[in-house]
């Protein structure tokens, strides 16, 4: 006996992750607890669904200002701390510790600065009515995951057309089980491993240009340093973000990555 195939959507998308199963004449939304230790299901039946979706697109503010917030507030914390080291000079606070104390403060403002970038695009989303034209549920989709969307908002109309039409079980049944064959076999969006392999290679020269000979004690060395130190951070969280299949090695290039911060 074949085993059942449940056509499945993980929606990756800035705002929430949220996984939606279409099982029989229901949908099961899982929508990740805001504490990250669980899912939180519930379902719809499509039965009482209007198949004609609204395609919609909506900016929110709130992705570029929180970031956009953090990045000014460690501006500040970096302009303080170079008023303050010129005021005192050299004589009383050496260069080398006001390095050490300006980098964490650069590393979360380009961190900041990436985030409230990527905020700036439009959240796209398909909203989908219930029987009494009000909003049932909506999918979120992000322009890395259309083609996987796509597909899966084809088999959730099918569903919902067949779960409302006046078909034999029999014949909705075998319906319904081509609709989600088809939806699996629906090859997944190509995704390249470019990000965690950046992650190595930052943090690699973060941690070993200090060793390098002749290196020791030259506190130029920051202006290099700083943006490889936050590339390397920031192209971890974009490997996990894009849920590459290496993005575990980017933990490795993040761990080298911090190096500098504890132990230059």
Same mark, same amino acid.
């Given at each position: 006996?074949?085993?059942?195939?449940?056509?499945?959507?993980?929606?990756n998308?800035?705002?929430?992750?949220t996984?939606?199963?279409?099982?029989?004449?229901?949908?099961?939304?899982?929508?990740?607890?805001?504490?990250?230790?669980?899912?939180?299901?519930?379902?719809?039946?499509l039965r009482?669904?209007?198949s004609?979706?609204?395609?919609r697109?909506?900016?929110?503010?709130?992705?570029?200002?929180?970031?956009g917030?953090?990045?000014?507030?460690?501006?500040?914390?970096?302009?303080?701390?170079?008023?303050?080291?010129?005021?005192?000079?050299?004589?009383?606070?050496?260069?080398?510790?006001m390095?050490? +104390?300006? $980098?964490?403060?650069?590393?979360?403002? =380009?961190?900041? /600065?990436? #985030? *409230?970038? @990527?905020?700036?695009? !439009?959240?796209?989303?398909?909203?989908?009515?219930?029987q009494?034209?009000?909003?049932?549920?909506?999918?979120?989709?992000?322009?890395?995951?259309?083609?996987?969307?796509?597909?899966?908002?084809?088999?959730?109309?099918?569903h919902?057309?067949?779960?409302?039409?006046?078909?034999?079980?029999?014949?909705?049944?075998?319906?319904?089980?081509?609709?989600?064959?088809?939806?699996?076999e629906?090859p997944?969006?190509?995704?390249n491993?470019?990000?965690w392999?950046?992650?190595?290679?930052?943090?690699a020269?973060?941690?070993?240009?200090?060793?390098?000979?002749?290196?020791?004690?030259?506190?130029s060395?920051v202006?290099?340093? +700083?943006? $490889?130190c936050?590339?390397?951070?920031? =192209?971890?969280? /974009?490997? #996990? *973000?894009? @849920?590459?299949?290496? !993005?575990?090695?980017?933990?490795?290039?993040?761990?080298?990555?911090?190096?500098?911060?504890?132990f230059?």
């Open positions: 006996m074949k085993p059942e195939v449940v056509p499945t959507f993980v929606q998308s800035r705002i929430h992750r996984i939606y199963q279409i099982r029989g004449n229901e949908l099961a939304i899982s929508v990740l607890n805001p504490r990250g230790n669980g899912f939180s299901e519930f379902l719809v039946d009482t669904v209007d004609n979706y609204q395609p697109a909506v900016r929110l503010y709130l992705l570029v200002l929180i970031p917030a953090v990045a000014v507030l460690s501006g500040l914390v970096i302009w303080g701390l170079m008023q303050a080291w010129g005021l005192k000079q050299l004589a009383v606070v050496p260069r080398e510790v390095v050490h +104390f300006l $980098l964490w403060p650069a590393i979360i403002f =380009a961190m900041s /600065l990436a #985030f *409230a970038i @990527r905020g700036t695009r !439009r959240v796209e989303y398909y909203q989908f009515l219930n009494w034209k009000r909003p049932a549920f909506q999918i979120i989709c992000e322009r890395e995951q259309r083609a996987e969307c796509a597909a899966f908002i084809s088999a959730l109309v099918a919902i057309e067949l779960a409302q039409s006046d078909l034999p079980e029999a014949e909705r049944r075998s319906l319904l089980e081509r609709v989600a064959a088809e939806t699996h629906q997944a969006p190509a995704t491993g470019w990000r392999k950046l992650s190595l290679g930052c943090g020269l973060a941690a070993g240009l200090p060793l390098w000979p002749g290196s020791a004690g030259d506190t060395l202006v290099i340093l +700083f943006p $490889l936050a590339l390397g951070l920031i =192209a971890t969280w /974009l490997s #996990f *973000a894009k @849920r590459e299949p290496g !993005r575990w090695w980017s933990l490795a290039g993040a761990a080298l990555a911090l190096f500098p911060p504890f230059y």
